[in-house]
């Protein structure tokens, strides 16, 4: 019974999410030729201030736009 977390940063919508969880729980079930309510998915929304990459934390470089989605007016 595989167990998936996905970490994001917030901004998807639940459409996304639920689009999201179907494609993993599809590539799982084709994959390892299991049920489909055998594939448990997570989501886990953190903060630009939780993660960094090369030693700067995410909110001091600003939120980046999703693909699809206009920039954020600041």
Not at 4 to 33: H, S, W, Y
Request: proline share 9%; charged share 20%; aromatic share 8%.
């Amino acid at each position: 019974m595989p167990f998936v977390r996905i970490e994001m940063f917030p901004g998807r919508t639940r459409d996304q999410k639920a689009a999201c969880a179907k494609a993993v729980t599809d590539a799982i079930v084709n994959t390892l030729g299991i049920g489909p309510n055998s594939v448990y998915i997570t989501f886990w929304e953190m903060q630009h201030e939780d993660c960094a990459v090369a030693g700067v934390l995410k909110d001091e470089t600003g939120p980046k736009p999703f693909p699809g989605q206009p920039a954020a007016k600041g």
